[in-house]
């Protein structure tokens, strides 16, 4: 399980990007981030891409569909950086909280047997005093992924909303493990591949983050 594949794969490349990403993002947990941040991260970004491809293997050859494998990692990891550097000219700069957070809870079922709810977040970061909730995607998201109408658990689940039912269990996770407020949490996926290079928010935040649809869809 732990041998690198000769040719890189896209979950491997998604691993890369996220492990670079992380690295970076845990020392500044706390620390709003800055246009320097950013700048020193873009220049070393082919460098630390390297490093962690072969991370256990040195001999491991960045060439061909490997090179490739690469250039498109750095294209994603370049999107996470203009989006920051969008925040800190916006004058609201991300503040990372948690990077790569692994958060779970307990639920009982009448007859007492437990199940166990986890999940692990990409980035949460706070900007403008909303806290947002991402997850990154090597593959394309549609702002209908993101919605329902109508709004009901139900629809949720009989017309097979996968991603949508991916942030929700987060933001439901996020608010009893983390203890984020929902009224204070915007909750996304940041599809790293799309041409745009911008995060998918939730529709209808309002709606989905109240304690009435949290419970229902907890139930």
């Not at 569909?65 to 999107?79: G, R």
């Not at 203009?82 to 692994?102: C, G, R």
């Not at 529709?203 to 304690?211: A, E, I, R, V, W």
Request: with cysteine.
């Amino acid at each position: 399980i732990n041998e690198m594949e000769e040719q890189l794969d896209s979950a491997t490349i998604g691993s890369l990007v996220h492990k670079v990403l992380e690295n970076w993002h845990r020392p500044k947990i706390g620390t709003p981030l800055t246009a320097q941040d950013i700048q020193i991260w873009r220049a070393e970004c082919e460098v630390k891409l390297a490093e962690t491809l072969r991370e256990g293997d040195d001999e491991m050859p960045i060439e061909g569909y490997n090179l490739l494998a690469l250039e498109a990692a750095k294209k994603m990891i370049e999107k996470v950086l203009d989006y920051d550097l969008q925040l800190i000219q916006e004058n609201q700069p991300a503040t990372i909280l948690y990077t790569e957070q692994n958060v779970h809870t307990t639920v009982h079922l009448q007859d007492g047997t437990p199940l166990v709810f986890k999940g692990n977040i990409d980035r949460v970061h706070q900007s403008g005093g909303i806290i947002y909730i991402l997850d990154y995607k090597t593959g394309q998201v549609k702002e209908k992924d993101l919605t329902l109408d109508p709004i009901d658990e139900e629809s949720l689940f009989t017309e097979k909303k996968g991603k949508l039912i991916q942030i929700l269990m987060y933001a439901w996770l996020s608010h009893v493990h983390l203890h984020i407020p929902l009224e204070k949490m915007s909750i996304g996926l940041f599809p790293l591949a799309a041409v745009k290079g911008t995060p998918e928010f939730l529709q209808n935040p309002k709606s989905f983050l109240s304690s009435g649809f949290m419970d229902q869809f907890k139930e």
